[in-house]
């Protein structure tokens, strides 16, 4: 009976789930190493990027951290520092230290911002300063203690965002801290305001921008609004399973949205005869 021929991709391809590729960026707020290895074991094809997020990184033991970015390597996922240590290197006068040791230890890109200071930055400066050291650079956009985005400033953070990637960034990201709670797209409530979340997709697309979701409702939220196809980040690893299979329309709260819901697996069977 257990001949191992049978195979949960085949499956969902029989319930009409399409292939899909990976959107979503977890990250690690300090996991150890194994445990982080097993999360990379199970959901690694899911992952578009790994944020190594805040400065816990720095803190750690050195071998435990150069061993998750040599784990996620192994898989084949792509590792991105997360935008607190670089804003406290540039206000430090250390940004060179600070990029000499993200390429160090291995990662493949670093996070940019202001969330929460106000130093001057030169994309074009910084983002050569990164790519002399094989780093690729992602912009975050929006302030972390300043409340949601007004028209003036969500105009402001657009058209920074076209200076960094003009000047090479390779993402921008959109901030809505840990709470997706007055900041950002999230009102004091958490509700998502679609209007401007429409804002950044016209602007740069879904291959270019990628919002912040760290909890459920703002996971559901964006998804909901923008289908499958919308980036995710600051998703927590032990979420990461749950958004992917609402992403596919696994989920009770995600079968009844037309741009969730698999297709019918008649029409699939067709299209991949």
């Not at 290197?89 to 600070?98: D, W």
């Not at 200071?117 to 650079?137: C, F, K, M, W, Y």
């Not at 305001?193 to 912040?212: H, M, P």
């Not at 964006?222 to 998703?235: D, Q, S």
Request: proline share 4%; aromatic share 8%.
């Amino acid at each position: 009976m257990h001949t191992g021929c049978i195979h949960t991709s085949d499956y969902l391809k029989r319930i009409g789930v399409p292939d899909i590729a990976a959107a979503t960026s977890p990250f690690d707020p300090g996991y150890d190493p194994s445990t982080l290895a097993s999360h990379l074991q199970q959901s690694a094809h899911l992952m578009s990027t790994l944020k190594i997020s805040m400065a816990c990184w720095i803190v750690a033991s050195e071998s435990a951290t150069r061993m998750k970015i040599a784990l996620a390597r192994a898989h084949g996922v792509p590792t991105v520092t997360g935008g607190g240590p670089f804003e406290i290197a540039v206000a430090q006068g250390e940004l060179p230290a600070y990029l000499d040791l993200c390429a160090d230890v291995g990662v493949t890109r670093i996070e940019c911002g202001q969330g929460f200071t106000e130093n001057h930055l030169d994309p074009r400066e910084i983002v050569a300063a990164a790519q002399s050291r094989g780093l690729d650079v992602q912009m975050e956009l929006g302030k972390k203690h300043d409340g949601g985005f007004s028209d003036g400033t969500l105009s402001a953070w657009i058209d920074q965002g076209k200076e960094w990637l003009d000047a090479g960034a390779v993402q921008l990201v959109v901030e809505a801290r840990e709470s997706a709670r007055g900041v950002g797209l999230f009102d004091q409530d958490g509700h998502l305001n679609t209007a401007y979340a429409d804002r950044f997709v016209a602007a740069f697309g879904f291959d270019t921008v990628v919002f912040e979701a760290p909890n459920k409702p703002s996971q559901f939220a964006l998804l909901n609004h923008f289908g499958r196809e919308v980036h995710l980040c600051n998703v927590r690893l032990e979420e990461l399973l749950r958004v992917e299979i609402y992403r596919r329309g696994l989920h009770s709260d995600a079968f009844g949205h037309t741009n969730l819901r698999p297709g019918s697996p008649v029409a699939f069977a067709v299209q991949h005869s």
